[in-house]
């Protein structure tokens, strides 16, 4: 039986909806204005420079934009280029390409629908504890369907009756409202950093859970200026700590299965416990396998690499912890320690995985092996620029952001910085660059290898300690010297090496029976007590 009242009723409310739509998108343009205006807010400084603008800017044609890696990042209407939020040039987005690498995509312009398939070799790493590996795009709207929120469909099937999708009414994507973790919101991102994947972002469509997102480190940006290190906010920053070991341990555990979790166990002893900030992490590949099991290098093991990405995110969990990753033993290397054209291509791989990690420092190189008479200087020179250059390349495509890079002493198993004082590296801008020098000597070789070029270049001693094999010939005095010369220079330092058995200057107490050291206990030898209470005074 048809009911007048109920047809009044339903009237009344379609007479309605209109308004509530002119509401809706009143507010909608309003807010957008304020993103816009805050967007464009930056145009009103002049700059010459990307130090001229403020951390999350960078000097474009003149103007300070808004530093982004997607357009995700960036106000209704712009686009991510070339690192910076703007109003694309014509024809820049048709041009664009989804471009898909081992670690994801550079999100220029709103790409195409895509879904990785279980075959596919880059899909996501299940055995992170901290986070599933997911593509950049995964952070952002399209992770949103109407089972988890039914006003974000591409039609609102509820509202058929007013005749208008969610794309006239701007609720249904985070181009539109940010509500799905833009950052155009700030909801979604850190406030340095302004990425998805805060523990606070519960309005994408699902609550943040371990498995949603890739692990993201609260640790801010390093960046250089002269000769020292700043954290995001203008913060100088000394790095302390150790060198450590991955999987492989030294070559003492290349004869059995890697055991990620023993290497987690020691970043844990000497982070929470002795107070690292700094490991410098050996990577360790060999070219034939002379019996071990595990050998290859990163680029042909999949599975190594996939062990260092959790070690290096687990590290990026604890706030304020750095890691250098370190090509200790590589065979892409010359055997005078240059990279080759195959290094550069790790370390390519190596930037598609961290590109977005603020913890990570890259590593060219561990050191230059022979040259002491300097003959080989600018061949030398020109190796570790054009590792820099590959480094800046793949940033370049993916990221607005630029880590620090460490190359190594040219001269004297990588312990002399004398060259670079004339001749800093230039790639890139030769913007945040670290000179990482080794020191196993002593302390009158201190003025020449440590005090002389931390005057004009911002350095980091990758390795030091007591070592009776020459021609390392250096006393524990001599390294507890180093440790006081480094602080008075702000200078940041990397102990070798929390193993119990690994050339020289061991930490721990070898209570592995001559193996490979899971689960014995980590006890400190005398050098490890030393270092342990430097690292106990701040």
């Known amino acids: 039986m048809f009911n007048i009242k109920s047809h009044s009723y339903l009237a009344d409310h379609l007479r309605s909806l209109p308004k509530t739509v002119q509401i809706l998108l009143n507010l909608k343009n309003a807010f957008l204005g304020l993103v816009l205006a805050s967007s464009f807010s930056a145009c009103d400084n002049p700059c010459a420079l990307n130090s001229q603008c403020s951390l ?13 890696m997607s357009y995700y990042q960036c106000a209704d209407g712009e686009a991510c280029v070339n690192g910076a939020c703007r109003i694309p040039p014509r024809g820049y987005c048709e041009s664009q390409q989804l471009r898909r690498n081992d670690q994801g ?15 596919d070799p880059m899909s996501a790493d299940a055995d992170l504890d901290e986070g599933t590996m997911v593509l950049p795009k995964d952070q952002g709207s399209d992770d949103l369907g109407t089972d988890d ?55 994408a469509g699902e609550v943040a859970s371990p498995d949603m997102g890739r692990p993201m480190s609260s640790s801010p940006w390093l960046y250089t200026s002269g000769p020292n290190i700043y954290k995001t906010g203008a913060i100088q920053w000394v790095g302390r700590g150790v ?23 020691r970043i844990d002893e000497v982070v929470d416990l002795w107070g690292a900030n700094l490991i410098r992490l050996n990577l360790e590949s060999y070219p034939i396998a002379s019996g071990r099991i595990q050998h290859r290098p990163l680029l042909e093991d999949r599975a190594y690499l996939a062990d260092i990405e959790r070690i290096v995110h687990h590290i990026g969990q604890k706030q304020g912890t750095y890691v250098i990753l370190n090509l200790w033993r590589e065979p892409s290397l010359s055997d005078e320690g240059y990279p080759s054209t195959q290094t ?195």
Request: net charge negative.
């Open 243 to 265: 060198n450590l070991h991955d999987t492989r341990s030294c070559d003492a555990c290349t004869w059995i299965q890697p055991d990620i979790n023993e290497v987690i166990r």
């Open 149 to 203: 929120m039914e006003m974000a469909g591409t039609e609102m099937n509820d509202m058929e009756m007013a005749g208008t999708g969610s794309d006239d009414m701007g609720m249904a994507g985070s181009d539109d409202m940010g509500m799905a973790g833009s950052d155009d919101m700030g909801i979604a991102g850190s406030d340095d950093m302004g990425m998805a994947g805060s523990d606070d972002m519960e309005m």
């Open 344 to 538: 550069h291509e790790l370390l390519t791989t190596l930037v598609q995985k961290f590109y977005d990690a603020p913890q990570v420092i890259f590593s060219v190189s561990p050191g230059v092996r022979q040259n002491e008479d300097g003959q080989q200087d600018i061949a030398a020179w020109e190796a570790m620029n054009n590792a820099v250059q590959a480094i800046r390349n793949q940033e370049q495509v993916l990221s607005a952001y630029r880590h620090l890079i460490a190359v190594p002493g040219l001269r004297n198993q990588g312990s002399d910085l004398s060259y670079y004082i004339e001749h800093p590296i230039t790639a890139g801008g030769g913007s945040n660059i670290v000179y990482e020098t080794q020191i196993f000597e002593a302390q009158a070789q201190f003025d020449q290898r440590l005090v002389s070029p931390a005057q004009s270049l911002p350095v980091i001693i990758g390795a030091f300690g007591p070592s009776e094999v020459a021609p390392r010939l250096m006393t524990q005095a001599d390294a507890l010297a180093l440790v006081q010369e480094a602080e008075r220079l702000n200078v940041s330092w990397a102990a070798w090496t929390f193993h119990m058995r690994c050339q020289s200057s061991e930490m721990l107490v070898d209570r592995s029976n001559n193996g490979c050291g899971i689960n014995m206990p980590l006890q400190p030898t005398e050098w490890g007590l030393a270092i342990q209470g430097q690292l106990g005074l701040h």
């Open 56 to 68: 999350d800017e960078k000097c474009v044609e003149g103007s300070c934009l808004k530093s982004c």
């Open 105 to 119: 995509t550079n999100l220029a312009c709103e790409p195409p629908d895509f879904e990785l398939t279980d075959q």
